[in-house]
């Protein structure tokens, strides 16, 4: 027997420095930073260590210069593209009202209003203070816990498992 969830309303409106730190979670989850670092900063030094020891600068200049990418790269998706993202979208700026409800998610703001299927999204993840609902290759929903009551969190939790399964990463 399926327990049925009572349907989650809540409204928020995103302050700038908690979107940018969801977006800079998000990426952490997505992207594997821990392998690029290590490589950026392995590629800077077996190219320093290629330029002074062995005839072949060229090859050490590449990896230095490969490194260095690749460390810019990991600095861009986690400190000027959650910026980019906040200041280029002005939804964002919006009061937001999503009612979560058995059959469909409504969504509300300033400018949009519309009735989504659960369909749309095909996973989710959650840590101590956002749920990330994710749709499409890129796209994606935060909805601040602190927005949310005890029982409204325990609700939605229970309601996005049994709409989109469990959690990709349990992170709390």
Known sequence: MRFVVPTVSVTFTYTRDEYIRAMRRHYRWRLQLSRDIISGCLAIGLGLYLTRTIDIGWLGWGLVGLGVVLLMLVGYALFVMPLLIYRTQPKLKDRYTLRFAEERIEFK??????????????????????????????????????????????HLRVLL????????????
């Open 109 to 154: 703001t300033d400018k949009i209003d519309s009735e989504l299927q659960w369909s749309l999204y095909q996973s989710w993840r959650f840590d101590d203070n956002f749920y990330v609902l994710f749709y499409g290759k890129r796209d994606l929903t935060v909805v601040p816990r602190r927005a949310l009551d005890e029982a409204s969190d325990r």
């Open 161 to 172: 498992t049994q709409k989109l399964g469990e959690p990709k990463s349990l992170v709390s």
